[in-house]
């Protein structure tokens, strides 16, 4: 008969698991415990300081492959509410605080919360938990570390999860505060917290950050609200917003499938839009490279009910190509 465990035991246990067998073995039972997380990133921290030299070698290859994605600087926030849309949050708030002199981006979001598989994919470049889930968006586990662009160490607050990720290296991090309006420490939310580099100009990010608008979240699966504060001020510098107004499944003339139509509209300024989605069936004979494929794909428009609006395509998220009528 199996002998009872400790949570810390499991906890140990598990990471050996992960690390040993990887993310595909099966699943770990993660109670969530203090112990059970504690004891899992110390053993997570020490078995990869243990990482034989020339895996290590390719592990530095693949971070520094992955940091060095031709993306626009910002673009790590992009993938970071890419994640949380993919976990389900509605939620995404941002902020810029100095403390002792550097800038941290914080990054809450309300979706679901951070288990100990999560930290190892987050930690490790092209490690994803994603590839048989093909609803998710993400797949090749390199969207968090386009944040390399902005920052080198990132810590991730989920409770019973404390962690600090610095390059490819994962380590224990304390437990965060509470920050009143923004974050709390005591609910399920998830907190990221970006040391960034000198050089961070707050302007140049707010003015990215109202450029992406409301639309940006046309295409998400539930993410509707997006919020950058100032620093040091509690008022909203941009404040990107979507309420559903009406939704209703409608037939489109050459579809057999039914087409759901919904209405999204933003409280501020009143604009709408329109968006038509049919799951549309995947022929037999296309599949995803190295990603789950579904027996359907999505696939959406949307229609601005204003007339200036320019066309984009979107994949989850606006692409930044751009379309004309
Ligand atoms: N906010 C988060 N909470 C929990 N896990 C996350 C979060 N963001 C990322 N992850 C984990 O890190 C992995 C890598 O994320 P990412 O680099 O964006 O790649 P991808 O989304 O393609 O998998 C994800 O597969 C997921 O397991
Ligand atoms: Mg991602």
């Not at 031709?70 to 994640?83: A, C, D, M, R, Y």
């Not at 979706?111 to 609803?135: I, N, Q, W």
Request: charged share 25%.
């Amino acid at each position: 008969m199996e002998s009872i465990r400790s949570d810390a035991d499991r906890g140990r246990l598990a990471a050996q698991s992960l690390w040993q067998l990887g993310l595909d073995a099966g699943e770990i039972d993660d109670p969530l415990t203090p112990g059970f997380a504690r004891a899992a990133l110390a053993e997570l921290e020490h078995l990869q300081k243990r990482t034989p030299g020339v895996l290590r070698e390719v592990l530095e290859g693949a971070q520094m492959s992955a940091e060095q994605l031709n993306v626009e600087s910002f673009h790590g926030l992009i993938e970071v509410v890419q994640n949380a849309d993919d976990l389900r949050a509605s939620e995404v708030r941002v902020a810029v605080r100095k403390t002792g002199g550097q800038s941290v981006l914080l990054v809450a979001h309300n979706g679901e919360r951070v288990e100990l598989r999560h930290v190892v994919a987050m930690t490790l470049a092209f490690v994803s938990t994603k590839r048989d889930d093909p609803r998710a968006k993400g797949r090749f586990g390199i969207g968090l570390k386009s944040l390399g662009r902005l920052g080198e160490r990132l810590t991730v607050h989920c409770a019973p999860y404390h962690f600090t990720i610095a390059g490819n290296q994962v380590s224990a991090a304390s437990a965060k505060r509470s920050i009143v309006g923004f974050y709390d420490a005591a609910s399920t939310e998830t907190l990221l917290e970006l040391q960034l580099r000198p050089g961070f100009e707050f302007e140049d990010f707010a003015t990215w950050f109202s450029g992406i608008g409301s639309e940006s979240m046309l295409f998400l699966d539930t993410v509707r609200s997006l919020r950058l504060e100032g620093p040091g001020q509690k008022r909203a510098v941009a404040y990107h917003r979507l309420i559903k107004v009406s939704a209703e499944t409608v037939k489109l003339p050459g579809h057999a499938e039914p087409c759901s139509r919904t209405t999204l509209r933003e409280p501020r300024t009143g604009r709408t839009w329109e968006r038509y989605e049919i799951d549309k069936r995947v022929p037999s004979r296309l599949s995803r490279r190295y990603k789950a494929t579904a027996k359907t794909t999505p696939i959406a428009i949307a229609i601005p009910g204003q007339s200036n609006d320019s066309g984009q395509i979107y994949a989850g998220l606006p692409l930044g190509v751009t379309t004309h009528t």
